[in-house]
């Protein structure tokens, strides 16, 4: 595995105006959904002026980042013929053009009313009809799909029968529920395109879905493999591990060359899948040994009654001792890697623990 060229950060601030929007573009653009005016104010300060006092992280990989966004906050760009993504750096979301109008699949807030506006791009430059008919979701989560209510309520909506059920139990406006739904598979057939939908069981949520492309040779698939980057907190904040950790390998029976995750600023390719399935495995392996080697006897000792501090104390140590090598070995290689992987190994370490059975002990 070779380690890639990092960001200069000279070479960042002699660019600055390309800069601040390829890395506060996408910072920029989560930074505005919070507060818009805070997100100004950061865009516009020269790194050197930055505050001080952060925990300072290593630099981010080349290979991590994408194509810098254009000066409203969104790269739009091919995935092949009439399939686009589009992106403000952070979130991911993707279109189809066809002879039955657009179909979007999600709808990120960060991204926004950018979505429109690159669907408009794509559709002048081709003469296509730029009217969202169709929004596929691949899950319910807010920061995937809560700019849906911006298509009006004349789009059909289309998710897996779970995440209706959510949609409805969520009763968020911004988010109504897809009216059309499956089970475990679905094909679209929408102005003579194919669309695979897929449900392999619950991972990241129990709705997230598989959107197979295979007209296009592209996969999506949202909230696993984040292209060129760790996951974020406790494993991309997942729900199922087991069920996270398999759908990189169901990922990899699909036939595709692009993979669109939902994250970061780029697309992802086969062997970013296999990268992220190695970093998951080094993770398992050095938590096992932690598990293994961690005495936790003096934390009980230490603690005495306090029963939950022993155990906050003793698991902490084991996460830390776990995460330590997988950061060495990953640095430099994929973004963020000393960033998460403390909160990754947690979690991770838990489900080892809780849902495979490692390390348990009974009393004799
Ligand atoms: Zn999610
Ligand atoms: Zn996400």
Same mark, same amino acid.
């Given at each position: 595995?070779?380690? *890639?060229?990092?960001?200069?950060?000279?070479?960042?601030?002699?660019?600055?105006?390309?800069?601040?929007?390829?890395?506060?573009?996408?910072?920029?653009?989560?930074?505005?959904?919070?507060?818009?005016?805070?997100?100004?104010?950061?865009?516009?300060?020269?790194?050197?002026?930055? @505050?001080?006092?952060?925990?300072?992280?290593?630099?981010?990989?080349?290979?991590?980042?994408?194509?810098?966004?254009?000066?409203?906050?969104?790269?739009?760009? *091919?995935?092949?013929?009439?399939?686009?993504?589009?992106?403000?750096?952070?979130?991911?979301?993707?279109?189809?053009?066809?002879?039955?109008?657009?179909?979007?699949?999600?709808?990120?807030? +960060?991204?926004?009313?950018?979505? *429109?506006?690159?669907?408009?791009?794509?559709?002048?430059?081709?003469? =296509?009809?730029?009217?969202?008919?169709?929004?596929?979701?691949?899950?319910?989560?807010?920061?995937? =799909?809560?700019?849906?209510?911006?298509?009006?309520?004349?789009?059909?909506?289309?998710?897996?029968?779970?995440?209706?059920?959510?949609?409805?139990?969520?009763?968020?406006?911004?988010?109504?529920?897809? +009216?059309?739904?499956?089970?475990?598979?679905?094909?679209?057939?929408?102005?003579?395109?194919?669309?695979?939908?897929?449900?392999?069981?619950?991972?990241?949520?129990?709705?997230?879905?598989?959107?197979?492309?295979?007209?296009?040779?592209?996969?999506?698939?949202?909230?696993?493999?984040?292209?060129?980057?760790?996951?974020?907190?406790?494993?991309?904040?997942?729900?199922?591990?087991?069920?996270?950790?398999?759908?990189?390998?169901?990922?990899?029976?699909?036939?595709? +060359?692009?993979?669109?995750?939902?994250?970061?600023?780029?697309?992802?390719?086969?062997?970013?899948? =296999?990268?992220?399935?190695?970093?998951?495995?080094?993770?398992?392996?050095?938590?096992?040994?932690?598990? *293994?080697?961690?005495?936790? +006897?003096?934390?009980? =000792?230490?603690?005495?009654?306090?029963?939950?501090?022993?155990?906050?104390?003793?698991?902490?140590?084991?996460?830390?001792?776990?995460?330590? @090598?997988?950061?060495?070995?990953?640095?430099?290689?994929?973004?963020?890697?000393?960033?998460?992987?403390?909160?990754?190994?947690?979690?991770?370490?838990?489900?080892?623990?809780?849902?495979?059975?490692?390390?348990?002990?009974?009393? @004799?």
């Amino acid at each position: 595995m070779s380690k *890639q060229r990092p960001v200069d950060p000279a070479e960042s601030r002699r660019s600055i105006s390309r800069r601040q929007v390829l890395k506060l573009g996408a910072a920029g653009a989560v930074l505005s959904a919070l507060s818009p005016m805070v997100a100004a104010e950061a865009i516009a300060k020269d790194p050197k002026e930055k @505050p001080k006092g952060f925990p300072v992280y290593a630099l981010v990989p080349a290979s991590a980042l994408g194509p810098a966004p254009n000066a409203q906050g969104y790269h739009v760009g *091919q995935v092949e013929r009439n399939l686009y993504w589009v992106t403000d750096g952070t979130y991911q979301a993707a279109f189809l053009t066809t002879s039955d109008g657009v179909v979007l699949f999600d709808a990120p807030p +960060t991204i926004g009313h950018n979505i *429109q506006r690159a669907i408009d791009e794509i559709a002048n430059a081709n003469g =296509v009809s730029n009217r969202v008919s169709y929004l596929v979701h691949t899950h319910h989560h807010a920061d995937h =799909v809560g700019a849906s209510s911006l298509f009006g309520d004349d789009v059909v909506r289309i998710g897996h029968e779970e995440t209706r059920r959510l949609l409805l139990r969520d009763n968020d406006p911004a988010r109504p529920a897809p +009216t059309e739904t499956f089970s475990d598979r679905r094909t679209l057939e929408i102005g003579g395109e194919r669309i695979e939908l897929a449900w392999h069981g619950p991972n990241h949520t129990p709705d997230n879905s598989i959107i197979h492309f295979p007209d296009h040779d592209a996969l999506m698939m949202v909230d696993i493999v984040n292209a060129g980057w760790v996951p974020i907190y406790l494993v991309n904040l997942s729900e199922d591990i087991p069920g996270y950790v398999a759908a990189s390998a169901t990922a990899l029976t699909y036939p595709w +060359t692009t993979l669109i995750s939902g994250h970061v600023g780029r697309l992802g390719t086969r062997d970013d899948v =296999v990268m992220h399935q190695q970093y998951m495995a080094d993770l398992d392996a050095s938590i096992r040994t932690a598990l *293994q080697t961690v005495d936790p +006897t003096p934390f009980f =000792v230490n603690y005495g009654a306090n029963s939950w501090a022993a155990i906050k104390g003793y698991l902490d140590a084991a996460a830390v001792a776990g995460a330590a @090598p997988v950061i060495a070995k990953y640095t430099g290689v994929l973004g963020a890697a000393d960033v998460f992987t403390p909160s990754i190994a947690f979690w991770l370490m838990e489900s080892i623990r809780l849902d495979l059975g490692f390390g348990s002990f009974v009393h @004799p």
